[in-house]
């Protein structure tokens, strides 16, 4: 069963971490925000074929539902610094949202708090970081 136009190639790593940026305004400095996702093999093709499905039906987000996301947040200590809160995703509007040429995760952490997202990742970049090339499907035809 054909899921994508794309294979995994003998180079083709199993997973890939992204890095968010580090947000320099944040209230603490000195307090890393940068966040990290990690994408397996399976789940960087499942995106590329719904990108390819969305791209084939014009529809400008697909949203992929997933509750697995965690945010950390950082709260003011009254004694001083800060105290680090980890909130999971309230699954209502979770998920991978894929468009036709990129995806981006987002969530809440409360029912009424600001949706979150993180940066965009293109798919273009998806296909390089995994090293993903075009099925040769005519040869294996053919043979």
Do not use: C
């Not at 399976?42 to 945010?71: C, S």
């Not at 699954?91 to 979150?116: E, K, T, W, Y």
Request: charged share 25%; proline share 7%; hydrophobic share 35%.
């Amino acid at each position: 069963m054909d899921r994508t136009p794309y294979i995994a190639t003998r180079n083709t790593p199993s997973n890939k971490t992204y890095s968010q940026p580090v947000y320099r305004d944040h209230p603490a400095a000195a307090v890393p925000l940068t966040g990290e996702f990690t994408l397996t093999s399976d789940e960087a093709l499942y995106i590329l074929g719904v990108a390819a499905q969305a791209r084939a039906n014009h529809f400008d987000w697909v949203k992929l539902m997933d509750a697995r996301t965690i945010w950390i947040g950082y709260d003011q200590n009254p004694a001083g610094g800060f105290t680090e809160r980890r909130t999971k995703t309230v699954p209502q509007d979770a998920g991978i949202m894929v468009s036709a040429d990129n995806f981006h995760i987002q969530g809440r952490q409360f029912n009424d708090g600001p949706l979150l997202k993180t940066m965009h990742i293109r798919l273009d970049d998806l296909v390089r970081d995994f090293a993903l090339v075009p099925r040769p499907t005519d040869e294996r035809k053919a043979a």
